[in-house]
């Protein structure tokens, strides 16, 4: 099962800033935080990954509290085509993975981007 | 920007025919993988493939499905008697991973089964 806890849907404006929520609250030490997003139907597409540090790419930011429970998305100017289901997933660290390098989906949230 | 393909994007077979879901991955990638997606469920994990070999499967992946590397660059899925509990979107993935890099999956677009 996996191991996050995400709500279901959401709701943004278009051009604001959508921060979708994660709980990870038995996250390991060895454990990333990856985000993906599924857009109606097309492959899940990969949005950001961190351990402990705050990241940032162009497509968006992540945000990890210190204690590693929880983390936050965040699109910083949120489009009609962010619309999709965003997926919240915990993978263990390469160097301890061995075989297990698969990724455990759970349900997400379907965030709408309204004009 | 490399990406994974996949085709056929659509496949329609009849209940006990033989099925094989084709991939190109990443190409300096070393990980595969096979996930499916019935309809309004969430995405699972069939297998994952290093080395030639299967590293890693779920019991979803029983005796009727198989993957090969038949060549330096594709990787298939076969189903070999289809059911009508098959149909659903087969999404293939590949990932760099070397050693202890923490490499994202990335994932084609898919290819829609149908068994009727």
């Known amino acids: 099962d996996a191991k996050t806890t995400q709500p279901p849907s959401m709701d943004c404006a278009e051009g604001r800033a959508a921060n979708l929520p994660c709980n990870h609250s038995t996250i390991s030490g060895n454990e990333y935080v990856y985000w993906y997003r599924q857009i109606h139907s097309q492959g899940p597409q990969y949005i950001i990954h961190?351990?402990?540090?705050?990241e940032t790419n162009e497509m968006a930011s992540l945000i990890i509290t210190e204690d590693r429970k929880s983390s936050t998305l965040i699109l910083p100017h949120a489009t009609l085509r962010d619309t999709a289901v965003y997926y919240c997933i915990v993978r263990v660290a390469a160097r301890y993975a061995g075989n297990n390098r698969k990724l455990i989906w759970g349900l997400g949230t379907s965030l709408a981007v309204n004009p | 920007e490399p990406e994974v393909t996949q085709t056929p994007s659509h496949q329609v077979t009849q209940m006990g025919q033989e099925v094989i879901l084709r991939c190109v991955p990443i190409?300096?990638?070393?990980?595969f993988y096979w996930y499916r997606q019935i309809l309004g469920q969430k995405v699972e994990f069939l297998v994952s493939?290093?080395?030639?070999?299967?590293?890693?499967k779920s019991e979803i992946f029983d005796d009727q499905f198989s993957v090969e590397r038949p060549d330096g660059s594709n990787f298939t899925l076969k189903i070999r008697s289809t059911k009508l509990e098959d149909s659903a979107m087969y999404f293939c993935a590949s990932s760099a991973d070397r050693g202890r890099e923490n490499s994202p999956l990335h994932f084609g677009n898919g290819t829609r089964l149908t068994v009727t």
């Open positions: 493939f290093y080395n030639n070999e299967i590293s890693e």
């Open positions: 190409s300096n990638h070393l990980y």
């Open positions: 961190g351990l402990k540090n705050n």
